[in-house]
Every structure is written in structure tokens, then in C-alpha cells.
């Protein structure tokens, strides 16, 4: 049995975590901690946790969480985990961070983006939690920068496209849009019921914290110039739904390429991941198929003057976008059955 | 008053009209038809309409209609609609169609799309019924073709863009979400409640018929080359709301540009248009504030590298996008005040 | 032409009033004013008013107001209106009141539900401003208390049973379903889009205001004895939908009556009313047929033992359920056709 | 492990039960068949079993299924389930019934609902599948009727009530709502998406068919008498979202009783029910607390003046309310822990 504690469980992530932990057969919850909350049985904030888990949220106390945990998950907000990631690793408890602080390998983009790096001695050790791609490193490591939402879906969607180098000259476009959990329980005007209800709008449309961490992954497996001589943009949308990211992914062709040879390259790309499922040419996924799931569905077609590829993907952010790929890394990093309660 | 009927008054877009003519203080609503309801009366099929309209719905009789009317509504389907469309002029009753059969004037590229048009002689008699283009040519025309909602959505995003010959070489890019009214009152199951509802998807991925109408428009206030040059991808998406389209429109520039100057242009082409509203830079558009209006908002941004203007653009798909639209235009026609119940 | 201002303009009953009020052809928009939005375009806070309205967010001046406006619309909180309207009243102002400070004419109820009463002597001169009940009342009224959304559709669907003396001996139960507008632009978690999207839930179990408001309504056309034998539970429910109140009662029968009798009831009770429509038995009403506009559809039916009428009603919370009836009262108070700008 | 098949799996019971049952470490599917998609992969139809799911639609061959399945469940219309329930009964193999074929043990109520009953000589045999009432009987059943949405929710709102005795003369009355999936996946023009949202109605005003079986269940717990003398008014709506049932139970009180004995009440009748919670008095449960959960949650409260009690109910329709509960049966009936695979 892994003895997982979760550090800051009372967001959406957390509560996610806490669903997809309460049925995994290897895993057992000592701790959950909050900050707001101390004292309060958790299923009064997670209310589908009633007659499921009987836990009481804690005030965090590294030192015993550290002693009973294996390993612990953070749900706490962008710049407050660094600090408490370092102080469990160096109590030798393994941690998979929820928050962006280990994404960017790069410090100065980190600064660029979210200010001064908290910790960075620790920023090398980091393992970027997408198994897609850093499968055995992830099973090594002791820190796990669970990717970001947008990050998981773009990547995925665009990683074949610059690993087999089709990528040519011109703009590559992320048109993200996300269901509003993607913002987090923020008692924030734009994010009340009749605020957001049949209604959409843009956003960050002067730059997206997960931009750089997509540029990031892309880049690594593109051949350097091609990418180097692109702009790339992402531009994020709000549409009212519960769960769920429905990126689309407009990238110039580097040579003329048939639609049946390009689901092919996507189709033995993730031929082994349990988690990505790639759909037939020009057939578009859908945001209720990944639902309440790990999967990533990914379409993939060609506009009509074949000058570019719309690739077109899809996932539960908070799943495979935040606690389900979490879940993954954990069993990845314990020996188990990468699907396990994953299903 | 204008004498006024609707043929084919059943669907959402003839609901909509209606909605606008009840309280339309110069029009005078004589006659509506439909071929499933006949003899029914039309508030049992708009429901909203108890207590406001006391019609009742009639099999469509060409020659009574157009002696009652100044003016016909065509709320028929693609195709169907052409040659009712002849047969109302032929009897001096002007038209406004709804549908798409008078929108694009190249007969091939009609062809393409819609088939071989059925009354080809009548397509140089149509004007399109963009009143922020061709308000004068509306005043006198006899038959309107009233544009699509993701036409006029993304044709307004992209006007001023064109019209200044800021548009540089590269794809134009219009990624476009509509709520589930666009697709109409059709019993499939992609607009059932519990298959729409917390889902999204992209969908004719292999090309939309608003594309060429979109691109018709764009060309003439273009300059050629740049346009020629140029290719141009649009992919519809559906979105969980009842009505709007949002539109985001990524345009490569000519020449550098800054955001300020960029909105400025957007500001001064719309100036005196009473239904189009610009905002600042790098504000996005909201579906909500111009459901239930004739409004097109829109936004104006540029990339963080300035290689691209990111223009957003909301519509109610029904109203500006349709039968809001529609009355503007016979407003126009009519000699009555363009806004006239239409706030 | 009416001049009008509106004090606390900036909620969602604020902006409905504007909604109806720039396309009032009979009224006039001075001031409109806000505590937290002071110098703020009134558009920049609703934003489908871009376009149609320019005025700007003022401090409350009641004496520059009072002089300036025929009469003015009350969008405070409870507590807060009464001061205010008894300022303007004394300055010959005459008010139209969206809060509960004066719907109910009893202190000693009002204490239970509110505390103490601001300004007692005031609650004698205020009309209940239900034009189905006291037309001819709200016309030359001062001060009008405008109904709540749950009373004014409850109110209406039992007021011709009370009227004819229906309701026997047992419970009277209304259990009523509002959209979330209804509670406000609140900044708390339960209006969450997450958190009230695909759920619904009981809330004041413990007793709701409009409860008394109901009752005293309903009163004062029963026939005493009757009513004060019965018990009158009253529960609201929260759904997942911008607008829309239903509300479905319950009432044990005096005596054994046909549907289609209990129909033409209602029928002639409502007869002349442009607000209200009495739909054909056992069929219900829909909310959609009534959102955005100022209808109140109802619905009669039978239990299969015939010893109930089951009596549903739909309004718009926003419109006849707080806005437009405020607008319909003003038309009375003014002397302009009732359904002025409200079709 | 029980090797399982289901006939008449592509409805949304049917999709519920695979979700489950992918993830069911003691079942192993076998056969899934259906009418229409013969041939067609079951990730086809239910796109979420993507990567989870390679079983092909068949074509219903009953003695190779009944070979093969330790048991079926039928997901058939309602009239179609009996008889091929009868033939799988006949060769041994067991049967959960989603219809409501085997639901009423009274051949004469049976027939006002649904018409003369296709095997009657089966129905004596058939268990009723409420685990909470029948667990033991459930054990050795070959025949299972699997409870309604509306049934199951309400039911087990009551069931303490009338098995304390507590119910006393007048009207029982539940007003239930149900989430958009209870209606099934049907082609019809009130379930598509631009008329159920943002609307709501209530429907089968002259009476619904899981009445009698919400009074059947009753009556045997309840003292004859009292029940007899009540009349039962049962009024469902439909409500925008997904999944979920809202039950509100209005009951007239035999005599006083205090809200916090009467949850007391409530608690130890459900103490051991691992799938049903009671929350504290005055509380009302949340549909989204128990979306994709096998739960019940129950809510207790006392009306004003005591003279009711007011039980509130929630479950997912598709779960508790159908598959879920199905599941649960298959779990007690093959000597399972009850829980598994329902976490």
C-alpha cells in the first residue's frame, strides 16, 4: 500500500484526487490538510465524499505528514508549493506537485512568468510529470511537476506533428477553450452561475502562464529551428461547462501530406498509451467522451488547401489535466500498474 | 406601416422575427406559413409569443401573400427558398432571404457549396444585407440576402483589417464557436440536451459553407495580392448556450502595429454604426452582453510577438445573426430609422 | 415623457430595468446611481447596454434626483430602501420600491422576517404593486412595494382559487424552482457556476421571506376561515438556469370540480390581463415561454383522485418577477397603456 | 469472476453499466448486444469507453449468451424486457431487468400503466432490487426488477417515515425533478438542447408511471390503514442538467415530533446502508453531491408549524437510479462485497 497524504485538499484538484484515491486499490489516505478548514471532515466540502472517506482536514504539519506518507500530493497555490516541496523531499517524502512552480525548467522564463524562483536549487531535480513523455523518469523521481490543463492537452496534441519535424514555417496556433474549473473555486464575478451561464468570452489575451510551458515540451523534440522561426499563440476561452478542454491546434505543414498518412503518424506515435486515443481523419472528439476520465481523444485533420494541419484535442481538466495524470505519476513512481484506479 | 409576412415561420430564426415584429412600431404582421403546422396557431409553437400574437399559421399561397405584404421574410430552407423567392419578386413584393441561396454571387462557388443554384438569373439582383457594408445598395434593393451568423460574426471581425490592407502574408485563421440555436430545430442527436450539454466539439472540418461567403466579403474591400496570397481556414465549433457565436479571428500583419492604433482603426471604421461596439485593446467580448441584441462586439489584440492581430467577435446568432439583422434591413428598405425596434 | 432614475442600478434587477427602460418610448432615463461604481459608464458594468446607453454611475443625490425625476425605482437592499423612498417622498418624488421594505402591511410580520421596521408610518400609504390585484390603487400611488418573484407567481397561481373559495381544509404546499438570478449577483460559493451547474437544491428550509408575503395576498381574497384552518408550506429550490421562477401548488380541493371547470376559472379571472395566460388543462407551463419577457403562464390541473388542484406557474424572476412588473406599474402610475415597452 | 453480458446496451442505463463494469475487478464482460449498431465497436456509441472497452455490438443471440453469462442485464424498452427475460430465466442464466416489466407485483395496477403484462406467471418470482429493502431476498434472486429513478429516490426518502408510523391523514405529495438522461436518449423535440435549457416544466400532470411503484413500497411498510386513507400526488419535472433526481417529500405528521428526532430516526434506519447518508436537520442535499455515485442523500426538516415533515432526496438517475443500483444487485447476488467496483 502506498500511504498518500494530500497537502491543501479542499480545491476542485484536490477533491478530484480525492475521488479517484478513495477506490485505488494500492493507496491508502493518512492525511488531508487545509488551511481554511482545519477540523472539518472533509466530505463537508467535498460532499460526494459522504459514507466514502471519513477523514478530517488537518493543519499541515510537515514533520508527521512526512513520517506517515510515502509520498504527498500539493494542491497549494502557484509560489507556496516550492517551499513546502522542498521541505518534504529533504525529509525524503516524495512529492507530485499540482502547482506550476517545477514546470519551467528555465529559471529566467519562470521569472518572467511568475516572478522569482522560491526554490531554485530544486527546479533541476523536477521530473515533468506528462508519462506520454518522461515515462521512466517519472518512475525515478522524487519531485513531480504536474503539468498544467491547457499544457497536457496542447502537447499532446502537437507532439507527433514536431517530433516527426512537419512542422514548417509561419504561426502555430493554440485556440484553447476550457469548462470553468479551470479557474478553481475563486469567488471571482466572472465565475458566478449567471455570469458565466450562456455566455463566452476570451482570455489573457496578453499571455497565458501555460504558454511557455507548451513552447517548453514542444521544443524539445522539435528540431530547434523549425520552432525557433514560428511565433507561436495561444489564446484561452471560457465556455460554460462544468469539466473539460477542447483545444485546437492550427500548425503550417512543413511538406504536402495526406490526412490517412498523418492520423497514422498520431496513430503509432501513442499506439501504447493507455491514455490517448487517437479518433479517425477529420473526425472531431469530444469534450463529454473524456468526462469523469483519464483519456486524452485527439482528431486529426487538414484544411482544405492542405498548407496546414487542425489538430483538434480533448481532456477532463481535472483529470488527465491535473489529478488524474497525478494518479498516474504515483503509480508510475511506486511500481504499480500505470492504470490502476484509473478506469 | 410595412405590411409584413413570414413564410416559414416555425423554425428559431422565424421565432425570433416574430419576437421583434409583436413590438415593431411600423410594421404590421399579416401573414405567417408553415408547411408541418398549418391551421395551428403560431403562439403554440413560440410559446413565448401568448398573449402577444394571435396568428395563426397558413399553407403558403404566393399570390394572396404578396397582395397583403409590402415585404416577405423567406425563413425556408437552402434551396427551397430561391425560387419562392423569384416568384414573390415577380409580383413586386419585396424579399428578405434568410437562407443561403442569394449570398454568394460567383454561380461556381455557389456550386460548390450548395449544389447548381436554382434561379442563377436572380443572384445579380440580390444585395448583401450587411447594412455596415452595403447600407445604401439595401435602401433599393428588391431581394436581400441576409447573411449567415457565422458570416456576419467573423466578416465584421475582419473588415477593417482588410479594408486598411493590414493583412500580411500567411494563414488567416477563424476559429469560430456558436451556441446550439445555429444549428436549428433538428432532431439529431449531437443537439439532444444530455449529448450537447457539458460537451464541445469542432465539427465540418472539411470545410463550411460560411467560409466562401466570409471570404467573398473580406476580398472586395482587400487588396487582391494579399488576399490571394493568402489561405484561409475556418473551423465551427459548438458551445453549451442557447445563442452566440464567438469568433476569434488571427490575422498575420502587413506591418508592425500597436494595439492602441490597431483599436483605433477598428474604432473610426465603426464610428457610426449603431450596432457595432469596439472595445478596448486586449478586452475580450462577452456572448452574454449582446445575447437578446443586435450588437456585434468586438475585440482587438495583438500576439506578444506583433506578428498577429487576435480579433474577437460576438453576435446573437438569431439576432444580428439573423432575424435582427433582417428587420434592420427592412428598416433600411422601409425609410424608417435603421434601430427602430430593434433596442 | 416620464423622467425616470434609477437608484442602485447596478444588480440584475437594475439592469433589467434599463433593458425595458432605453427602449421605453414614453420614458426618459436621467440618473442612474451606485455606490461601489461611482463615474463608471453604467455600460462597462452591463454591458449589452453598450450601445444603447451613456449614462454614468452617480453618487445618490437624493434632493438633484428628486428634482430632476418624476419618479425613481428603488434597487436596494432590504432595510436600506425605506430611508431612501421616504426622502424622496417627501420630496414629491414618487417610488417605485424593488425591495421587500414595504410588501407587507403587517409590522408585527414584517419584525419576524426583517427586525424592526425603518420607518413604520410609511408601510400604511405603500401599494402592493400586483396590477392582476390593485390596478387601479398603483395608479395614483406614491410609493409602490413591487412584489418578489416567488410571491408575484405563487400569488397568481392561487389567487382564483382563493377568490372562489376552492381550497378546502389540508395543506397548501408551493414548491417553487427559481434560476440563480434570483439570489442576486452574491459573490458566494453556491452560485458558483461549478458549484450550481448541473445540481439543484432545497434551500431556507427553515421558512422563506416571500412566505408571508404570499399568505397575506392570498388572504385577503379567502374567505378567512378557510385559509386560517390550513397550513401554507412554502420551499424553494435552486436550478440551473439563468431566469425562470416555477412554481407548482398544491391546494386541497373545497369541492369536487372538473379540470375543464377549474380551467374556465381561471380562464375569466385572467381574462383581461396582458400579463397572464391560462394554458389548456393538465398541460404545463414552460419556462423558456417566458423568459425575457413579462408573461406569467399557468397551468391547472387535477390530482388522479381529484381531491388537488395542481396549479404551475412560470415567470421571469427578473422580468414580471421584479423589473418588468416595476415597469408595468410605472406605465399605471403615469397614465400610459400598461404594456408600454414591455411587448 | 461473473461473466456478465448486457442486452440493449447503447441507451445511457446501458452506457452507465459499462462504465461500471470496466472497472469491476470481479465481472468480466462477455456480450453486449443492440438493435440498431449490430457490428459497430461499443466505443462507437459510448465514446467515454475509448481505450477501456473492445467489445462489438451483437446482435441478440440468447442461448450463446446465456452459454456464455453467468447473468444479463436488460436494457430493453419497457414490454420488450419480459420475455426475453423469461428465455434467459428459462436456461439458467440470471436476470437484472432494467424495465419496469417485473417492477409492480400487482398484475391489475400493472395493467392501467402499461397494458395487459406480456408473462405474468414470471412476476411472483421477480425481486424487487431495492438492496435496502430486499438484500436478503436480492442474495438468491434469478430475476431482478431494477427500481425506477424517481421510485428508488423517492422511496427511500419515505420509507422510514411510514415504517415508524408517522405518516398521518391528508395528501402525500412528492414533487420530483429529474436531470434530462431520465427521459432517455430519445429523438424528441422537448429533449433537445435549445428547448430543455434554460427552461423547466413539469410533465405526466394526469399521472406517471413509477406512482404505484413508489406506493407499493410504501404500503408494505406502512400501517394499511393510514396509508389507505391518504391520497399520494406524485408531479415530475425536468430540470437542465444531465443527471439527478430531487425529490421533495411533503408529508402530513401523525404526530409532533422534533426535527432532530426525526433525523435520529432517519440515521438509524440507514445507519448501516453503505449508500445512503442523512445529513443533519434543515439541510438539503445537492444533486451534484451525488452525480456519478451510487448515493442517496437525505435531507430532514419539519415544515413551520410541524404539521409536515419535508424529506428531500437525491440520487444520479443513471446510478442509484438505474445501473448503479443494477451493479450493486449483481453484487449481492453473486456473493460480493455489496461496495465493489461502486467507489
Excluded at 198 to 205: H, V
Excluded at 229 to 245: D, E
Aim: charged share 20%; aromatic share 8%; net charge positive.
Amino acid at each position: 500500500m502506498i500511504r498518500v497524504s494530500i497537502v491543501g485538499a479542499t480545491g476542485y484538484t484536490g477533491g478530484e484526487l480525492l475521488r479517484y484515491l478513495v477506490r485505488h486499490p494500492e493507496a491508502k489516505l493518512v492525511h488531508v490538510t487545509s488551511e481554511h478548514f482545519v477540523n472539518q471532515p472533509i466530505h463537508t466540502i467535498h460532499k460526494f465524499l459522504k459514507g466514502r472517506c471519513g477523514l478530517i482536514c488537518e493543519k499541515l504539519h510537515i514533520a508527521e505528514i512526512a513520517q506517515d506518507s510515502d509520498m504527498v500530493f500539493l494542491g497549494l497555490p502557484h509560489g507556496a508549493a516550492a517551499k513546502t516541496a522542498e521541505a518534504f523531499i529533504k525529509k525524503g517524502t516524495r512529492v507530485i506537485d499540482l502547482s506550476a512552480d517545477f514546470r519551467l525548467s528555465d529559471l529566467k522564463t519562470f521569472a518572467t512568468w511568475y516572478g522569482e524562483h522560491p526554490v531554485p536549487a530544486l527546479v533541476k531535480k523536477a521530473v515533468y510529470g506528462l508519462p506520454e513523455r518522461y515515462r521512466e523518469q517519472i518512475r525515478n523521481a522524487d519531485l513531480i511537476a504536474n503539468p498544467g490543463c491547457y499544457a497536457t492537452t496542447s502537447i499532446l496534441a502537437g507532439l507527433p506533428l514536431f517530433a516527426h519535424h512537419l512542422v514548417g514555417k509561419g504561426a502555430i496556433i493554440v485556440d484553447a477553450k476550457s469548462g470553468v474549473t479551470g479557474a478553481g473555486r475563486k469567488l471571482e464575478t466572472p465565475y458566478l452561475y449567471a455570469e458565466a451561464n450562456e455566455s463566452m468570452m476570451a482570455y489573457a489575451l496578453k499571455g497565458h502562464r501555460h504558454q511557455p510551458e507548451i513552447f517548453q515540451e514542444w521544443s524539445k523534440v522539435a528540431s530547434n529551428k523549425s520552432l525557433a522561426a514560428s511565433s507561436f499563440i495561444f489564446v484561452p476561452h471560457l465556455v460554460p461547462m462544468n469539466r473539460g478542454i477542447f483545444a485546437t491546434l492550427y500548425a503550417p505543414l512543413a511538406k504536402k501530406i495526406k490526412a490517412d498518412a498523418l492520423r497514422e503518424i498520431y496513430q503509432n506515435f501513442y499506439m501504447k498509451e493507455p491514455f490517448v486515443t487517437v479518433l479517425p481523419p477529420f473526425e472531431s472528439p469530444e469534450v463529454r467522451a473524456v468526462t469523469y476520465t483519464n483519456q486524452c481523444h485527439i482528431g486529426v485533420a487538414l484544411d482544405r488547401s492542405g498548407t496546414h494541419a487542425i489538430i483538434t484535442a480533448v481532456t477532463d481538466n481535472l483529470v488527465k489535466g491535473a489529478s488524474g495524470q497525478a494518479i498516474q505519476n504515483m503509480n508510475l513512481m511506486f511500481g504499480v500498474d500505470e492504470t490502476t484506479g484509473l478506469l
